[in-house]
């Protein structure tokens, strides 16, 4: 057992007739763990499904439902907060998709608030937060510091009433990993919502995507990461010249590895309809197993490919010598 | 996983897996005579996991796991098993139901109508709960209420009453030893010990009825009665209810129609015979 047979339901939905009911306590098992509850809920609603699964389906339905409100009020506070300072402020991942009523909010569960500022608005955004009501998750002079050195983003901050955590980017990848995207140019293509707020245009939210999946972590939800890829191709995917502008777009925040990677494991696990950017890798075969690694319980499997991933998402972060370092701070703590 | 059992509580199916034998031994024997989930699928699933691996031999410890979980749950010890599974099983009902809305409280039935007592833990609720459905009542759960949102009615999820401390020797002066799981020393609980409900309780469990009266005990005070209004008990309900937020528009539809349908009451009892007499005094009034 893996997660294969979940990523076969999200993409192709009349599979549901098929499966056996060893397998769907499997499948509600992984979706839970793979945050991906909500989306199933959603792909499968309407469906003839044994009582216990549209049970189950409907709780996530109304879950996901609540956290949207939760999220949207969410938004609607950092927009308070940060309205004065009159500066673009780019919503990003979850909160941008439902916002934007996209269909990738659909279902989504939806955890912190990531928001995108200019660098050089900061300092401001990150007193008016505190005067607001949110405060430090981890006062620890350590990560603080270096949150600001290497980070593309504050240090995580959480509401004191509201207890909903916010992250405040200022470029979408840590400034120790290689690739260098562009936050100026992030922040000049986006687009304006009713509200003032903005979101990414099009294609850079399918590169940032792609830079969270990739060249940012270890692949855990990469599952979800790559199922909100899909869904944004697939809204998008109607502009004429979408690919064209994507791989451009990618190339200029020298994402293109990244990207293109993206559209490859999307189209294995989901079908997604891609352009054919480039050839698939055998590589690939070892991002799908990590991706799909889960036992019919919810547990991970695959432990060593699991750890090698692990070490790959800090290589990719910061160079070895400075990761040497920073992992021997956080041992001796 | 290695050791796994599946149960139905009510309308509830659950799977709990393990890294050791001993707690699903545990299961296995408390949840002797509850029937397997409909269609053979779980509602929830719940595991017992020896993090980090090596602790499933040195020092073993439980780490709640599942469908539902919370980050900074502390594990348990293995001989605590019984309770971690109890819990494990609960955090999925207060973090994933969304079908019903739940309140701690403990539920009996009588001809056809439901009592919810309800109150903070040590209030007596799962004493009464237990005694009641030693006698002419039917227990349909001492852990939590599950009123269906559309319909109103008070589902049956009659798992093992977790009895604690005092209330353990309380209860098994009127009840048979072989219904009593192992009893669970020092846990953060304190005291605990299961009690298998009765065989009119499982008998029941697919057997919903509506709520007839709300009553709020408090053990340990001279005997007494208060009227309570209807916005004081809905406060007191949502306080007791893990998803009522979570279930928005219909959680609060039902919530107003519980309260505004049924009578309620608070009451002070300084023991368990006490307590029992004004149970019944007031059932027979309000009801």
Redesign the interface.
């Given at each position: 057992m893996s997660a294969k047979l979940l990523c076969a339901l999200l993409a192709d939905p009349s599979k549901a007739a098929t499966v056996s009911?060893?397998q769907?306590?499997a499948v509600?098992?992984i979706a839970?763990?793979e945050r991906l509850?909500g989306s199933l809920a959603h792909r499968l609603a309407g469906l003839a499904l044994?009582?216990?699964?549209h049970?189950?389906l409907?709780?996530a339905r109304?879950?996901a439902?609540?956290g949207r409100?939760q999220a949207l009020w969410e938004v609607e506070m950092a927009r308070r907060a940060l309205a004065p300072l009159a500066i673009p402020v780019v919503l990003l991942k979850g909160s941008a998709f439902v916002a934007a009523g996209y269909d990738a909010g659909r279902g989504r569960l939806i955890g912190d608030l990531d928001i995108l500022v200019p660098r050089t608005a900061l300092d401001a955004v990150e007193h008016a937060i505190l005067s607001a009501g949110w405060e430090w998750v981890k006062p620890d002079p350590y990560d603080d510091s270096y949150y600001r050195r290497w980070m593309h983003e504050l240090p995580p901050l959480i509401h004191t009433a509201r207890d909903r955590m916010i992250d405040i980017h200022h470029t979408i990848l840590p400034l120790t990993a290689r690739p260098t995207p562009n936050a100026d140019v992030l922040l000049d293509n986006a687009v304006a919502l009713d509200n003032g707020l903005r979101i990414l245009s099009p294609t850079e939210m399918i590169v940032h995507a792609a830079a969270h999946l990739l060249a940012d972590g270890e692949l855990d939800g990469g599952l979800r990461n790559l199922w909100d890829i899909d869904r944004l191709l697939r809204e998008f995917a109607t502009d004429a010249g979408f690919a064209d502008r994507l791989a451009a777009s990618a190339a200029q925040h020298q994402l293109s590895h990244a990207v293109n990677r993206s559209l490859r494991l999307a189209n294995m696990l989901y079908d997604t309809p891609v352009p054919p950017f480039s050839k698939r890798h055998l590589s690939d075969r070892l991002f799908i197993a990590r991706l799909t690694a889960r036992d019919s319980?919810?547990?991970n499997t695959r432990r060593p490919l699991r750890f090698a991933f692990y070490l790959r998402s800090h290589l990719l972060r910061m160079p070895p010598l400075q990761l040497l370092r920073h992992l021997w701070i956080k041992a001796r703590r | 996983m290695k050791h796994s059992i599946a149960m139905r509580v009510g309308p509830i199916g659950f799977r709990v897996g393990a890294d050791w034998r001993l707690p699903i031994t545990q299961l296995a024997d408390l949840y002797r005579d509850y029937p397997q989930p409909h269609e053979g699928i779980p509602h929830f699933t719940v595991r017992l996991e020896a993090r980090p691996r090596w602790r499933r031999f040195i020092r073993p410890n439980i780490t709640l796991s599942g469908d539902y979980i919370i980050p900074d749950a502390l594990p348990l010890p293995l001989a605590q098993g019984l309770l971690a599974s109890e819990m494990a099983m609960n955090l999925q009902m207060a973090l994933g139901q969304r079908h019903y809305l739940l309140l701690h409280a403990a539920t009996v039935e009588r001809e056809g109508k439901v009592l919810i007592l309800t109150g903070e833990s040590g209030s007596g609720k799962s004493t009464l709960a237990a005694l009641l459905s030693e006698r002419d009542w039917r227990l349909l759960g001492d852990e939590f209420a599950l009123i269906e949102t559309v319909t109103g009615f008070a589902w049956p999820f009659p798992r093992p009453v977790s009895l604690k401390n005092a209330s353990i020797a309380e209860v098994a002066k009127h009840v048979a030893t072989n219904r009593f799981g192992p009893l669970l020393t020092a846990t953060p609980k304190g005291d605990v010990r299961h009690l298998i409900p009765n065989d009119q309780a499982l008998g029941g469990m697919d057997t919903p009825a509506l709520p007839a009266l709300i009553l709020f005990p408090r053990f340990g005070s001279d005997s007494a009665v208060r009227e309570m209004g209807a916005s004081e008990v809905f406060i007191r309900l949502t306080q007791a209810s893990t998803n009522y937020v979570a279930l928005g528009d219909s959680g609060y539809r039902a919530l107003t129609s519980l309260v505004t349908q049924t009578p309620a009451r608070a009451f002070d009892f300084p023991d368990t015979a006490t307590g029992l007499n004004t149970v019944a005094r007031l059932w027979n009034t309000l009801t």
């Open positions: 009911r060893a769907w306590t509600l098992a839970h763990a509850a044994p009582a216990t699964v049970s189950v409907d709780a109304i879950n439902e609540s409100v319980w919810g547990r | -």
